[in-house]
């Protein structure tokens, strides 16, 4: 079966994990309750498809040594502490949106059902295309659950709360570190090669004077005037440095490269090349080439500009979105009952549970206050502790 490529959400992952694996699982165990949101249950099979094939991983793994008769304490404590840590992540999630489903209900609001009707048409025709087996009324469930999720998250949008230039460029000033970037320069290269294929019988025939071809086209370049970037869009034989006038770019888009990195090769012709200047010709790939170094960057941070700007701008925006849900979040958990059901035991979850990294905070701030050490943004008292010396 095909693997699943398409950018999914992780509520459609869930319904066709199993179908893209086999069989379902259908065990009782799987489906006992773990949760309850008001008077929503929660399954153990809802939190481990959301754990995104973790939890198949782990009980694969497990069941692996224990067959090889190596399974130890060691290991199931290991095993235990990763499958709960991520089996708490994805409780988190189901149950915040549990809860916004509830609200959505609640608040009577709606989805554009030509909208609606367009993506389930679009995912669907999707699955058949990759052959995976699936249960129309399941994908239209979460399909529809996944707008009326995006329709609620779009409360805490709002245009008033749009960073300004003067935040962005604060942001990006206070963490300069971030945004540093490698020495690089920027080269333009040509390439003939030996072999050219014939256009009427796909084979490839051997190119006569190859060398003498480039040798020409240097000439061109470097005696008479030719602009580089132009003579490659038409000569080279690489058909994605045509399309780019030559131009080599990095993994990430980045023209600037680090050319020791890009290619040993390339970076011996190119080494002790000025700004301007063409390179004799060289070996390289099926043929002969030669390159211009047309800039060169020296190490720094990147300037705030463009995608760079776009990049914060949007990191900024979905910090502040991301905030007003956070207090939401917590305003409507205050009201609402969310039980954690343990071997048939209920118990209630708490704020902290939802907010970890709140919760931690709290743990670090309380343990410094009790070995005397100050709270953030506190200032130890000196004297305080020369005159406990002096005691002493």
């Known amino acids: 079966m095909k693997p699943y490529l398409c950018c999914c959400t992780p509520l459609l992952l869930a319904v066709l994990s199993a179908a893209a694996a086999g069989e379902p699982i259908k065990i009782d165990i799987y489906d006992q309750r773990v949760a309850i949101v008001n008077t929503e249950a929660i399954s153990k099979r809802d939190v481990e498809d959301r754990m995104q094939g973790m939890a198949e991983k782990l009980y694969g793994f497990k069941k692996e040594k224990m067959a090889m008769n190596v399974w130890t304490p060691e290991l199931d404590a290991d095993w235990t502490q990763t499958y709960v840590k991520a089996f708490q992540f ?13 609200h959505f209900a609640i608040e009577k609001m709606s989805i554009d059902d030509k909208a609606f009707q ?8 999707m699955l058949r295309k990759n052959k995976y087996i699936f249960n129309v009324a399941d994908v239209t469930k979460v399909v529809r659950e996944q707008m009326m999720l995006e329709e609620f998250g779009g409360k805490f949008d709002n245009q008033l709360e749009f960073p300004k230039r003067p935040e962005v460029e604060a942001y990006y000033k206070q963490n300069i570190e971030k945004y ?12 003939i090669d030996l072999s050219v294929e014939d256009k009427l019988t796909g084979n490839r025939k051997v190119r006569e004077n ?9 000439r061109d370049i470097v005696e008479f005037g030719a602009l580089f970037a132009e003579v490659a869009k038409a000569k080279t034989d690489d058909p994605d440095l045509r399309e780019r006038g030559g131009l080599i770019v990095g993994s990430n888009g980045d023209p600037y490269i680090s050319v020791d990195d890009y290619n040993k090769v390339l970076a011996n012709a190119t080494r002790d090349l000025q700004v301007g200047e063409v390179s004799k010709i060289f070996e390289y790939g099926k043929g002969y080439a030669i390159a211009l170094l047309e800039d060169r960057r020296e190490a720094g941070p990147a300037p705030l500009e463009g995608a760079l700007y776009e990049q914060i701008y949007n990191e900024m925006y979905k910090a502040k979105k991301k905030k007003k849900e956070d207090e939401w979040f917590r305003a409507t958990l205050s009201k609402t009952l969310v039980m954690q059901i343990i071997e048939g035991k209920t118990k209630a979850l708490d704020i902290d549970f939802f907010f970890p990294d709140d919760a931690e905070k709290k743990r670090k701030e309380k343990a410094d206050f009790v070995s005397g050490q100050p709270a953030p943004g506190e200032k130890k008292d000196e004297k305080k502790d020369e005159k406990k010396d002096e005691k002493k």
């Open 210 to 218: 190859a060398y003498g071809m480039l040798e020409d086209i240097r």
């Open 118 to 125: 367009k993506r389930l048409a679009g995912h669907l025709d």
């Open 90 to 102: 994805a409780l988190r999630d189901i149950v915040r949106e549990r809860l916004m489903l509830q």
């Open 180 to 191: 540093q970037r490698k020495a690089g320069v920027k080269i333009r290269v040509i390439r």
